[in-house]
């Protein structure tokens, strides 16, 4: 079997095993409905390595974003105010940050769909504001999709390009598990205070 010289090692097991193939892109595919940049950030890079397979996997995780997508929204539209209203209860979700992402929709700032897939923390909770203030579906629809497919091949190549430049220089593989995993922390960070950001730019309406 011929080995890829820019992979840090080779995982034969996907050319065997389909049955352990399938169990690792359906455990991909549920990961992704909850998680977000951190999840694509590590499946890009695992791509790279060879340790997933690569047009499965990107059919896999780009299908579980539309899902977790639009069943968030759908969560917001079916129980609207009383879901967000346990959700701040239960300490889940900050009130102030509802507020804000409401008096953006109210603004008609539909753009913070787009904008809320890249960052961190943001994304499912304004799905849900979108679904619970009556966002048009069809225009949601057309929306997400577009907005989801930009960030997941954007989230995924970030991650599949830094292995691919680590790889080159940390041949071994611990070596390149911790820069990755530094990268990855520190692009958290960021997502993290473009979060903050926005929420303090924008009052509530």
Sequence with gaps: ????????????????????????????????????EELMLFVGAMMHIGFIPF?????????????????????????????????????????????????????GGSWILFVSKFAYGLNHLTQMIAGSLKFEVKRYVRNQILASFVWTAFCLFIGYTFSAVLSDIFFDLKALTIALLLIFAAIFALGWLFDCLIIKIFPRS
Excluded: H, S
């Design 55 to 107: 047009w499965q996997t990107l059919l896999t995780v780009l299908l579980a974003v539309y899902f977790g997508d639009f069943l968030f929204f759908y969560l917001g539209y079916r129980y609207g105010e009383r879901l967000i209203e346990r959700l701040i209860k239960w300490r889940l979700v900050k009130e102030t940050k509802v507020e804000k992402i409401k008096g953006i929709f109210n603004r």
């Design 1 to 36: 079997m011929k080995k890829n010289k820019n992979w840090v090692f080779y995982n034969p097991i996907f050319c065997y095993n389909k049955t352990y193939m399938w169990l690792t892109l359906t455990i991909i595919f549920v990961l992704t409905i909850f998680l977000g």
